[in-house]
């Protein structure tokens, strides 16, 4: 955009950054159930719950991230995984975008990655800057090298520290996010090795050796299980499940290979959950592309929301889906367009979700991350415009 980002008053100063890596290491111990400060703000959960809301909550996807100057300063010192695994500073980058947009912004989501599960699974990851592994799965007896029997309380504490020392620190402003990558997502990169647009590894996989691929997939829902309770217990209040390439496969063969998995979460975490006497918090699913696949998502996945992305309007995902709360949807590319653009999409958006009517199982979101170059301030507007106009 051609615009010089002003030093923010919340950029950690390197005294303070210092700080946190110099205080006592918290313990990675399974974590136990915390008392926590009360919620002021429940707006996100309500609608979860598919409520009438007097607004539409709203955050974003990736809002701890590259855009804001603040996050810089700290990446600048700290490598990326090295802030995941560092409880301190996973809770700092966290709040950040709860200090910046105070008062308009509804949700924090932990600041860390997809790819800490495939790690769990004794897999290497590199960012540099996107993930990179370098010893991929390249036929099924490399599963072998997997780790059989995963520890996901010792080998990911480090998150659900992050978790408990965020959410105490929030005070209650707002919810607090949990979140794991799909199965099929995290499948496509423990095989392609990083990013791909061909998928040609991973689609090899499936239609070669679709049982092994099946079983794989499956031992990554396990792993997520384990996964998305700990968060929980460690004080999420909501959990994401992201499946980023959910829209690569055909309805048939996202029936065959991810809807399983992600049914398998769904229903695991639940009764984990149950058989702990915890009470459940609402899930999210963002099948991101599989617009086809809302209606069946919606009468059998087993997710209170769907995440949705800006290439389905919304009043036909609300006929696709019922009474299953919606999330999203407006192009992330709209932040690039000024805010006479911002505001009319957002006003747009808003009448299409609403319907003429008070927002009621809706939380206003981009249709997917934000990208690095959007200007914090015209995140800012896009915010204010969804008070505006979501409002009942």
Request: hydrophobic share 45%.
């Amino acid at each position: 955009m051609g615009r010089a980002h002003a030093p923010s008053a919340y950029a950690p100063s390197a005294l303070r950054v210092a700080s946190l890596l110099l205080s006592p290491h918290p313990s990675l111990s399974p974590p136990a159930m915390t008392t926590f400060p009360p919620l002021k703000n429940d707006l996100l959960l309500r609608a979860a719950r598919g409520e009438e809301t007097e607004r539409a909550p709203v955050w974003v996807m990736r809002q701890a991230g590259r855009y804001l100057p603040e996050f810089q300063a700290v990446r600048a010192h700290h490598s990326f995984f090295e802030i995941c695994r560092t409880p301190a500073l996973a809770k700092e980058l966290t709040l950040q975008p709860i200090r910046r947009y105070s008062g308009l912004i509804d949700a924090a989501i932990i600041f860390s990655d997809i790819l800490v599960v495939p790690q769990a699974l004794g897999m290497e990851v590199q960012m540099n800057p996107g993930p990179h592994f370098p010893d991929p799965l390249n036929v099924p007896e490399d599963v072998e090298r997997l780790t059989k029997n995963v520890d996901v309380d010792k080998e990911l504490g480090y998150v659900y520290e992050a978790i408990t020392q965020t959410r105490q620190a929030l005070n209650g402003e707002v919810p607090l996010i949990g979140f794991c990558g799909a199965p099929w997502t995290l499948f496509s990169y423990m095989i392609e090795g990083g990013g791909t647009k061909t998928f040609q590894k991973c689609k090899t996989w499936l239609f070669k050796y679709p049982e092994e691929s099946k079983a794989l997939l499956n031992r990554i829902a396990d792993v997520c299980i384990d996964f998305l309770v700990g968060q929980i217990k460690a004080g999420a209040q909501l959990v994401q499940v992201f499946d980023s390439w959910a829209g690569e496969l055909s309805p048939h063969h996202f029936a065959e290979f991810s809807l399983p998995s992600l049914q398998r979460i769904s229903s695991g975490v639940r009764a984990k959950l149950a058989a702990a006497n915890i009470p459940a918090v609402p899930m999210t699913l963002f099948p991101k592309g599989a617009n086809s696949q809302l209606p069946a998502l919606a009468a059998t996945a087993g997710y209170d929301v769907l995440g949705i992305d800006w290439c389905v309007e919304p009043a036909d995902a609300r006929a696709a889906v019922g009474r299953v709360a919606l999330q999203g949807n407006m192009d992330p590319g709209l932040l690039y367009g000024g805010r006479a653009a911002i505001e009319a999409e957002v006003k747009r958006m808003c009448e299409g979700f609403r319907g003429g009517k008070a927002p009621k199982a809706w939380i206003a979101n981009l249709g997917h991350g934000i990208t690095p170059g959007v200007n914090p301030d015209d995140l800012r507007w896009f915010f204010e415009c969804v008070h505006k106009y979501s409002a009942a």
